[in-house]
């Protein structure tokens, strides 16, 4: 089935990761890195939303006037595995379409840094996926950011929730801001585009 998304509509970009300090620099948090920057691009502060378990900034992304795109750019305030219902009372409350919503999130079947974009698919065993898909369809978007998988005989659990290695550490910012880019085309320009651009 073919999804197209509305341009009328806003675009809500989630940022998929655990709340707390202790699970910040955690691998499985890298969405919610990805979201910090975009924020901080469109110039917002991150506020509770309403009765929503979640963080947004509402903004614009793209150049000013006509070609330029609103989003609400959020961070479940839920664990990983719930994030189904924070993400589905956003979608309600700001009127977004399904095919409008970006999940970025990290992904164990990519190498370190790498990006994949897609528009629906399996969850592939990541439960911040599992949970939405379970509340409101597969037909969203996502961002999907490599780390690899645990070496040796390391647990896949006790992986994603260490923090990231500080070779790996070196190049994050980098890999990040790329990350960022992608969102940003994707919401601008589509996921064609997108995908030709971003997915190394």
Same mark, same amino acid.
């Given at each position: 089935m #073919? ?11 989630v +940022?998929l990761g655990n709340? +707390?300090s202790e699970?910040?620099?955690n691998?499985?948090?890298v969405? /919610? ?10 110039g917002g502060k991150f506020?509770?939303?309403g009765? !929503? ?5 509402e903004g614009r992304?793209?150049?000013p006037?006509p070609g330029s =795109?609103?989003?609400?750019v ?5 664990y990983?595995?719930?994030?189904g219902?924070?993400?589905n009372a956003l979608?309600?409350f700001?009127?977004v379409p399904v !095919?409008?919503?970006v999940a970025? #999130?990290?992904?164990?079947d990519?190498?370190y840094?790498?990006l994949?974009?897609k528009?629906?698919? +399996?969850?592939?065993?990541?439960n911040?996926?599992?949970?939405m898909?379970?509340v409101?369809g597969?037909?969203y #978007?996502? $961002?999907?950011f490599g780390?690899?998988r645990?070496p040796?005989r390391m647990?896949?659990a006790d992986y994603?929730?260490k923090? /990231?290695?500080? !070779?790996? =550490?070196?190049?994050?910012?980098? /890999?990040?801001? =790329?990350?960022t880019?992608a $969102?940003?085309?994707?919401v601008?320009d ?9 997915n190394?």
């Open positions: #073919h999804v197209t998304s509305d341009v009328g509509a806003p675009w809500l970009v +940022g709340p +707390g699970y910040a620099g691998r499985h948090n969405g /919610f890195v990805v979201a910090d920057l975009l924020a901080e691009r469109i506020k509770r939303a009765k !929503a378990q979640a963080l947004v900034v992304i793209g150049p006037g =795109r609103r989003v609400v959020a961070k479940p305030m839920s990983m595995n719930l994030s219902g924070p993400v979608r309600e700001y009127k !095919a409008n919503i970025i #999130h990290d992904e164990l990519i190498d840094g790498v994949r974009l528009l629906g698919g +399996g969850d592939n065993g990541h911040g996926l599992k949970s898909t379970k409101m597969s037909d #978007h996502r $961002v999907r780390i690899g645990p040796g647990q896949v994603v929730l923090d /990231f290695s500080s !070779a790996e =550490r070196k190049e994050l910012d980098y /890999f990040v801001d =790329r990350a880019d $969102v940003e085309c994707l601008i589509g996921l064609t585009r997108a995908q030709s651009t971003y190394s």
